[in-house]
């Protein structure tokens, strides 16, 4: 990869040759369900992740700074961003991964552009929701919907859940406010932020070369 990131690992969708590749993951304290070993490192993923915490508090930890997220919190963490996510004493929380196409409909879509205004952003890693604030908690709705969707499946699993990845993301492009871009590409920048990355972690135990 012509981008830095082969120094850390790509975690790979489980669903990704699926028709319906949405993943979601269940983690209590140091155990995912389904399996997936690269949770625990500093990964990346081509797909869009939303975390919910269901117990205790975790922190995502990014190239440039750590961001802690307690019960009834979220936080999305964006497309190609190398990150960790570890936990501080006993937690519980839901991860839901899935590609960014997902909200575009169709090809050609005009709704394409509300997607890549975030996903193409380079100051748009990630984005914590907190309880104080209106919107963040109908973010959060959403999700304990999603929650309860994965447990509870139906006939009718895939449409719910694309149903609500929309109106999540929706709310999220509506209120957030967009920063501007940079000169230098997404690809660029965030090549600079992984190369300094190791040059100032490079001897310790969660850098993978």
Not at 37 to 55: K, R, S
Not at 96 to 121: C, D, M, Q, R
Not at 173 to 178: A, G, S
Request: hydrophobic letters at 45%.
């Amino acid at each position: 990869m012509e981008n830095g990131k082969e120094d850390f690992i790509n975690s790979v969708n489980l669903n990704i040759n699926t028709d319906f590749p949405y993943l979601v993951l269940d983690v209590i304290n140091d155990k995912s369900y389904p399996r997936n070993p690269g949770f625990q490192v500093m990964h990346w993923h081509e797909d869009l992740q939303f975390i919910y915490v269901l117990n205790g508090i975790i922190e995502v930890r990014t190239l440039d700074n750590a961001i802690r997220v307690q019960a009834g919190e979220a936080i999305f963490i964006n497309k190609n961003v190398v990150h960790m996510v570890s936990r501080l004493g006993d937690c519980h929380y839901n991860s839901f991964i899935f590609p960014a196409y997902f909200l575009e409909f169709y090809p050609g879509s005009p709704a394409k552009i509300f997607v890549e205004n975030i996903t193409a952003n380079e100051q748009l890693s990630v984005f914590r929701f907190s309880s104080l604030v209106d919107w963040h908690k109908d973010m959060t709705v959403i999700l304990q919907q999603l929650v309860e969707i994965e447990r509870n499946k139906t006939a009718f699993y895939a449409y719910e859940v694309l149903v609500r990845l929309s109106a999540l993301w929706l709310i999220m492009r509506k209120n957030i406010t967009i920063p501007p871009e940079g000169k230098e590409s997404v690809v660029n920048l965030r090549m600079q932020k992984i190369l300094r990355y190791i040059e100032e972690h490079y001897a310790e135990d969660n850098y993978i070369s």
